[in-house]
């Protein structure tokens, strides 16, 4: 008589449970657009999520513990001119979001801790060098300021935030549409899927593709007959990886390991109401002393639900097997030192006494006076010298661009404070 092996696993007992009513998120218009993002993102200070919208874009930024049903007037984020498609939060603060959007631009947002009285129109920095709509945003894992931006125009552009300005073109390399996008661990490689059936693994600083087209999968996982998008989320500190099927109701979880057969099934959350989008928190967002190694933010037609997964455990103890030091809010690289070649792993924080947010640190962005990069003046020379460093045409050009978009920007400010002013005078006649 045979005894069948139970493989041995600390999350083989795993279990999605959601939230009590009262922790819910209710009356957001969660957005309708045709697109296979998640529509949520989700950090330890807020939750975000896109909306419908009139006349553009927005989406809608709550602080992480205002539950409950939202207020129809709650201020918004919009200064697209069309829908957004994706969301993300940089990983290094907690105060900045991205959004992409079928306008073909990059807007990013600085969010105050506070709610604000009016919706939030102006980004800090607005991206643009795509000339089709922008689908797909992800920030990298350890370098400050470098956002990478996916389009229909089948390119992947690197930005410097802090600068805006473009980095990196990855033009050439894909095909057809690019589905998804993501970083290794300490963000030298990316991947990307593509309607041509292909995954490659591209070296951007390089512009090379390093691998691509892999002749058979190590493992297959057949899921079902479902033909709706699955949206995966890995946890690199327990090796889970999340398959949430996007118009499906359903959470599966399977545990990968470095052994055949490689992928092993966990479990099913299931409910009955299919999930218009989901959002997923970083490790330090979680609750330890309850052994939660998970929390979901599960998108209805009008509400937001999250899902807690948890290991159980008898112990009030940390378990220190369940949390390895995570990746914590510092960069371990400038963007400068990442296109130069350099990588470095995350800086990891213990999770032992729990996470505490950082307050709002502001994002500055410098933008890079083109006539900065001239060489030092010297000593005076004839008009007649060869060598005589002059800016160019062009550069006068966008100088002179630059400096009407700086008075701009500050006429409107001026006007701005006018009103205010005003409104202040009105008040105390």
Not at 144 to 164: F, H
Not at 254 to 283: C, W
């Amino acid at each position: 008589m045979s005894r069948r092996v139970v493989r041995q696993s600390k999350f083989r007992h795993v279990f999605g449970q959601p939230v009590k009513a009262d922790q819910m998120y209710e009356d957001i218009r969660v957005s309708k657009v045709t697109w296979d993002s998640s529509f949520c993102a989700v950090n330890p200070k807020f939750l975000a999520i896109i909306v419908e919208s009139g006349g553009g874009g927005a989406f809608i930024v709550l602080p992480l513990a205002k539950t409950g049903r939202v207020d129809k007037n709650h201020p918004l984020v919009t200064g697209h001119t069309a829908p957004v498609l994706d969301i993300d939060w940089c990983p290094h603060n907690d105060n900045v979001i991205a959004s992409a959007s079928e306008d073909t631009t990059v807007m990013v947002w600085q969010i105050p801790d506070y709610v604000p009285v009016r919706s939030i129109t102006e980004p800090v920095v607005t991206l643009e060098g795509h000339s089709k709509r922008v689908g797909i945003i992800s920030w990298h894992p350890t370098a400050r300021n470098v956002l990478l931006s996916a389009g229909c125009d089948n390119l992947v552009i690197l930005w410097n935030v802090g600068t805006g300005e473009m980095l990196l073109a990855l033009e050439d390399m894909h095909t057809d549409l690019i589905y998804n996008v993501g970083w290794n661990r300490n963000g030298s490689l990316l991947v990307t899927t593509c309607k041509d059936k292909k995954v490659r693994v591209i070296d951007p600083r390089k512009q090379q593709v390093v691998a691509n087209n892999f002749e058979e999968p190590i493992a297959l996982q057949e899921m079902d007959t479902s033909n709706g998008v699955l949206l995966p989320f890995y946890d690199a500190d327990s090796s889970i990886v999340y398959l949430c099927g996007k118009g499906d109701s359903s959470i599966r979880y399977f545990e990968i390991t470095d052994e055949a057969p490689y992928v092993h099934y966990l479990n099913t959350y299931s409910s009955k109401e299919p999930q218009r989008g989901m959002g997923f928190m970083p490790k330090r967002g979680l609750d330890v002393s309850k052994c939660e190694i998970a929390r979901f933010f599960k998108l209805h037609e009008r509400k937001c639900e999250p899902i807690v997964m948890t290991v159980p455990r008898k112990s009030d103890l940390f378990q220190d097997d369940l949390y390895p030091d995570t990746p914590g809010p510092e960069p371990a690289l400038e963007a400068d030192e990442w296109l130069s070649g350099k990588d470095a792993e995350p800086i990891l924080i213990s999770l032992r006494d729990g996470y505490v947010p950082v307050k709002n640190r502001e994002l500055k962005v410098v933008k890079k006076n083109i006539l900065d990069n001239r060489p030092p003046p010297g000593p005076r020379r004839s008009h007649s010298t060869a060598d005589l460093s002059s800016p160019t045409l062009e550069e006068v050009l966008e100088e002179i661009r630059a400096l009407k978009e700086m008075v701009q920007a500050q006429e409107k400010r001026i006007s701005d404070l006018e009103h205010k002013l005003c409104q202040f005078t009105n008040g105390t006649d």
